[in-house]
């Protein structure tokens, strides 16, 4: 194998795994343990790795934590911003919903507007509409798209999920990214979120983006959204005091505080 077409796909293996081992590239690879070592050196010398025990991590961005993890981090921010994202609904609406440690709030939120029509692939996001007695009193149609499992999200993706998306029209799209900027726009890290996000965004009515004041100003690897696709923002009181929060009102239609 040519040193080239080594190098592209240790660059494609990161892009998606983020880190990888010494043996997954041997394997991967099919080249011995010095080969794999000269590659990762001039790889490193490049500036598009960096060497760790036992393997290779991507330089950028950091993917987000399990959803686990995030749903006990800014836990009234978010309550926050899910009370104001509802207070922008109305009963009988078509909304789809991404996945999210923010949107799973949404969910919690939903109980005062009964009868809404809910698209999502979040397995959290359906399963707190639909789990208890009283959920299923306020009838809502609760539609789980189909599609890959994606482990850490614990949402569907993939090209079945989209093409099973792109079947609805939705009223409002209510979607939490891994940033936001004035200068780029909403992104997520993962490709998989970021083609949701961005099928949800093109057949939705109205595009809201829900993110805490630690996203404000951020640019993840995956840009799924302009500022001019986004109708509007709603963060925490936290987000005011954030360097791209004044740019950001500038640019999007309608941003608010929570």
């Known amino acids: ?4 077409t080594r190098l592209h796909r240790i660059r494609a293996l990161l892009s998606t795994l983020n880190r990888i081992s010494t043996e997954q590239l041997i394997q991967h690879l099919n080249v011995s343990r010095e080969t794999v070592r000269r590659d990762i050196v001039k790889l490193e010398n490049l500036g598009e790795l960096r060497r760790v025990h036992g393997g290779v991590v991507a330089l950028g961005a950091e993917p987000e934590p399990p959803l686990s993890v995030r749903a006990t981090v800014r836990g009234k921010e978010k309550q926050a911003i899910a009370r104001t994202a509802v207070q922008q609904l109305r009963a009988g609406q078509t909304i789809f919903i991404d996945a999210g440690s923010t949107t799973s709030v ?3 939120e939903l109980v005062s507007m009964p009868g809404m029509t809910i698209i999502t692939n979040s397995l959290s996001v359906a399963s707190r509409l639909t789990e208890s007695e009283y959920a299923r009193s306020l009838s809502h149609e609760v539609i789980l798209l189909g599609g890959e499992m994606g482990p850490v999200t614990q949402a ?4 079945m999920t989209i093409r099973e998306l792109q079947r609805f029209r939705a009223d409002v799209a209510l979607l939490s990214p891994v940033g936001i900027s004035s200068q780029s726009g909403a992104s997520s890290f993962t490709h998989h979120e970021a083609a949701i996000a961005e099928a949800m965004i093109g057949n939705a009515n109205k595009r809201i983006i829900l993110a805490d004041h630690s996203k404000i100003g951020v640019t993840s690897r995956m840009v799924y959204a302009r500022i001019a ?4 923002i709603i963060s925490d009181e936290a987000a005011s005091s954030r360097d791209d929060w004044a740019a950001l009102q500038a640019c999007c ?5 929570a």
């Open 229 to 232: 696709d986004i109708d509007m």
């Open 156 to 159: 569907t993706c993939g090209v």
């Open 106 to 108: 949404v969910a919690d």
């Open 253 to 257: 239609e309608e941003v608010i505080a």
């Open 1 to 4: 194998m040519l040193e080239e």
